[in-house]
């Protein structure tokens, strides 16, 4: 799909499509959206850029492979659900701060940290596959 | 805890008030540090020469908590926590009473010996491919399902085993892997699916998920409710995973094709999470469908054990005799189940301790012959005796154990079965028991006979190959066999403590309540879906 239309647009489609899905991500836990469905946005972001540029493009701009991302994801997951060993509730049990930041109470959350862990899995996983298909296609 | 400070709101009727002791974390800690060393191997994975450093520290942290959880266990009674400080029925209730426990300490013990024997086993491209990670997430599945006190949860561990599992076997990507892996796949799905489909149902019937809720409520609902199709729904679906009877066949389809450090850890853990799942559906949930069901368990168990062991009888490939003789197993076990009483049951949990140590060592055993003998055909081996007598002697002491002769392991659990067989008068299935191991006692004597005793060159001549150099053998793969059969051997010889153990777990089995009681405590009855409807 070499086209120059296509190739014009790519690039501002995926960053406006990653950043979406840093909204979504963020505005799940009240509302519709969260990490899974984060994670597939930002792994349909990084299809459309390779099928624009091919897969070498795309490997290079996420710098760490995909795999690598999902297993940082699988941390951060499991470490939301440790931290609640620290004042003694049970496992995964939902722990809050509200710090004042720019005089905006913030409101953050094991369950937020958790969230950031699946996005990472589903966005390092669903791009793996992509990648492995579209490399496939070429050869 | 903002929880408490910021809203006013009565949280006991659904959440914990009283926090729970830091030893209880230890319930979910085996799998916790399984998780975290997996994602960091997942991380690391190209960085092929420290990874196993990271994943043997992972491994050995298992063990220890493992061991933690088994002394824990051991010493105050099931431990229970509830994930999220809900309250049983609400939360996801991981629960681990000493079969539980002692199960995964097991699994720990096999896991770290794999992941040794893995050093030499896989090379740096297995490793790419991800043998390191594959490996402690599965461990952790094999261990949550152990010790989850949740049916669906089970069913998501049984996913995340499998899943792992289809990684670990198709490592390599050759030919005859992806065929092994897709009837492995497709049948195992099979049993998933049909495994879902009865969650499905239990929960339409007891609007329950949690074990404990579900076998107390067991007694209102069975007038009403479906419960025999129910349990025999999930007594095919764990039946396939365990490999019963007529349910076994993609067993030996697929064991034989991966690494041989990986079908020794499948033989050892993954049949076993469905007899785990069996005896804790029939005895400590649905006891009245077991006793139902008894008579057809103990046909599938006969036709399992003395099936199983002529399967092997048959088998040419080593790889594959081992795969038959773990049906075999199964079928001791499953006899266990049948027979429901505390000799039985001891006679099974103490089986499969036995089995999975026994079947994974010998596994390991086969990798180092093959090793030496660079064949996996009964037909073209064999000079193994001149070349390598140590290992004769450690195949002579897996092979009697594995036969349930003395002074191993495999003779107490076998003497506690057809002890209870006799009992109740069942002599078919003692029948049954003994024969299938005088048919195991001549299916490993062929291995013997042919690898060890049979001198290389007579086998050679007809064969027409060169005689390769015997390769040295590592001090990791004999390192993780050797400590293996010292297991086998100290329970052989010194059996009492685990018996003890075996014995108290059949006990806890009978009595389902104490499992109840364990989740929930008599005095704090939490909110129930009866109450809340006007």
Redesign the interface.
């Known amino acids: 799909m070499r086209t120059l239309i296509f190739r014009s647009v790519a690039p501002y489609l995926s960053s406006l499509m990653i950043l979406f899905s840093i909204f979504v991500l963020l505005r799940g836990h009240n509302e519709p959206g969260g990490g899974f469905i984060g994670g597939l946005i930002a792994a349909s972001a990084m299809a459309i850029y390779g099928i624009a540029f091919g897969v070498s493009p795309v490997r290079r701009a996420i710098r760490f492979h995909p795999m690598a991302l999902s297993g940082f994801g699988l941390f951060l997951a499991s470490v939301a659900g440790i931290l609640s060993v620290f004042p003694g509730v049970p496992f995964l049990t939902g722990l809050w701060i509200y710090p004042e930041v720019f005089g905006v109470e913030l409101a953050l959350s094991t369950p937020l940290v958790f969230d950031i862990g699946v996005y990472f899995v589903v966005f390092g996983s669903i791009t793996s596959t992509a990648l492995a298909l579209e490399e496939r296609e070429r050869d | ?3 408490d400070a910021s809203y006013d709101v009565d949280i006991s009727q659904a959440m ?1 008030v009283e ?2 002791p ?1 030893a ?2 230890l319930v ?1 800690a085996p799998l ?1 540090v399984g ?2 060393f ?9 960085d092929t020469g420290r990874q196993p450093f990271v994943a043997i520290t992972g491994l050995l942290a298992m063990l220890a908590a493992d061991i933690g959880l088994f002394w824990h266990v051991y010493t105050n009674g099931t431990v229970v ?5 809900w309250l049983p029925p609400f ?1 996801i209730t991981f629960a681990a009473d000493m079969l539980g426990a002692l199960l995964a300490l097991v699994t720990g013990i096999l896991g770290f010996a794999g992941g040794v024997y893995a050093l030499q086993d896989i090379s740096r491209t297995g490793r790419r491919y ?1 043998f390191y ?1 594959f490996l402690l997430l599965m461990l952790s599945g094999v261990t949550a399902a152990f010790l989850t006190g949740d049916i669906f949860n089970l069913y998501v561990w049984f996913e995340v085993l499998l899943i792992a599992s289809f990684g670990l076997l198709v490592l390599g990507s050759e030919r005859e892997q992806l065929d092994g892996a897709t009837k492995y796949a497709f049948l195992n799905l099979i049993a998933t699916t049909l495994f879902l489909l009865a969650v499905a149902y239990i929960y339409g019937v007891f609007g329950t998920l949690n074990m404990a809720d579900i076998s107390r409520k067991a007694a209102s609902v069975r007038d009403s409710g479906p419960l025999f199709t129910i349990t025999a729904m999930l007594l095919f679906a764990f039946a396939m995973k365990a490999a019963a009877f007529p349910l076994n066949f993609w067993l030996p389809a697929s064991y034989h094709t991966p690494r041989i450090v990986v079908s020794g850890l499948f033989a050892g853990l993954l049949t076993k999470v469905g007899v785990y799942a069996l005896l804790r559906i029939f005895l400590t949930l649905f006891g009245a469908e077991r006793d139902i069901l008894a008579g057809t368990i103990a046909v599938i168990a006969a036709l399992t054990m003395v099936l199983g062991a002529m399967g092997a009888l048959a088998q040419n490939d080593i790889r594959r005799l081992l795969g038959y003789l773990v049906i075999s197993g199964i079928g001791s076990m499953l006899a266990g189940l049948a027979l429901g009483s505390a000799t039985g049951l001891s006679g099974a949990v103490l089986y499969a301790v036995h089995s999975m140590i026994v079947m994974t060592a010998l596994y390991f055993l086969v990798g180092i012959m093959v090793e030496r003998m660079k064949v996996f055909t009964l037909r073209e081996a064999g000079g193994l005796y001149s070349s390598a007598p140590w290992l004769a002697a450690l195949a002579l002491m897996l092979f009697l154990s594995v036969s349930g002769l003395p002074p191993f392991s495999g003779l107490w659990p076998k003497a506690l079965l057809v002890k209870a067989s006799l009992d109740v008068g069942a002599w078919w299935l003692a029948f049954a028991i003994l024969l299938s191991g005088l048919l195991t006692t001549i299916a490993v004597a062929r291995v013997f006979a042919f690898s060890f005793w049979r001198e290389r060159d007579t086998a050679q001549k007809g064969a027409g190959e060169v005689q390769p150099a015997p390769a040295a053998t590592s001090g990791a793969m004999a390192g993780s066999l050797t400590a293996l059969l010292l297991l086998t051997v100290a329970v052989g010889v010194y059996p009492e403590p685990v018996v003890r153990v075996t014995d108290r777990i059949a006990a806890e089995l009978k009595a389902p309540s104490r499992y109840v009681e364990a989740v929930f405590p008599p005095g704090s009855e939490p909110l129930t879906t009866e109450q809340t409807e006007p």
């Open positions: 805890m903002a929880l914990v926090l729970p830091l209880d974390w979910v916790v998780f975290v997996g994602a960091l191997c997942l991380m690391t994975r190209k926590m509830t994930m999220g400080r939360g991800g990670p």
